[in-house]
């Protein structure tokens, strides 16, 4: 029997949710740099959305992409406790901070694609959460 075989499934459908919740982002930011001026901005001023593009930005947006990568490999690989705590806490994290990105998509104009992106990666954090709190422990 191969590793596959053995994984639970519980853990295989959240390293698949982190992975959706990181291509949601990308998405995100792939269709921003298709909204007219963007680029423009960006090469002339050295800002998005107004705001300054700077290393401490480009470390945030590095570290927030890097971790549901590692979220993915590590649902795959910790043990049951130490994965379902894991889950648990990052993804609550992560929901909190979609929570933040929601209440400001409801304070300011934002596109429909962002929207939908925001959400999405709300409700996936959220799935997270809920599958690893299901998630049977071993004795």
Same mark, same amino acid.
């Given at each position: 029997m191969g590793r596959w075989e053995v994984l639970e499934d519980? @853990? &295989? @459908? /959240? %390293? %698949? !949710?982190?992975? /959706?919740?990181? $291509? %949601? #982002?990308? /998405? =995100? $930011?792939? !269709?921003? *740099?298709?909204?007219? #001026?963007?680029?423009t901005e960006l090469a002339e001023e050295g800002t998005i959305a107004g705001a300054k593009l700077g290393p401490e930005m480009l470390l945030a947006g590095a570290v927030t !992409?890097? &971790?549901?990568?590692?979220? =993915? *490999? !590590?649902?795959l690989t910790l043990k049951d406790k130490m994965n379902r705590w894991t889950n648990i806490i990052v993804g609550i994290v992560y929901t909190v901070l979609g929570i933040a990105d929601f209440a400001e998509v409801c304070t300011a104009e934002f596109p429909a694609y962002a929207i939908l992106m925001i959400v999405s990666q709300f409700v996936v954090a959220a799935l997270i959460v809920w599958y690893a709190? @299901?998630?049977?422990? @071993? =004795?």
């Open positions: 519980w @853990k &295989i @459908k /959240i %390293a %698949a !949710l982190w992975l /959706i919740y990181n $291509v %949601a #982002g990308l /998405i =995100a $930011v792939a !269709l921003m *740099f298709m909204e007219p #001026g963007v680029v !992409l890097l &971790i549901p990568l590692v979220m =993915a *490999f !590590l649902s709190w @299901k998630s049977k422990q @071993k =004795a």
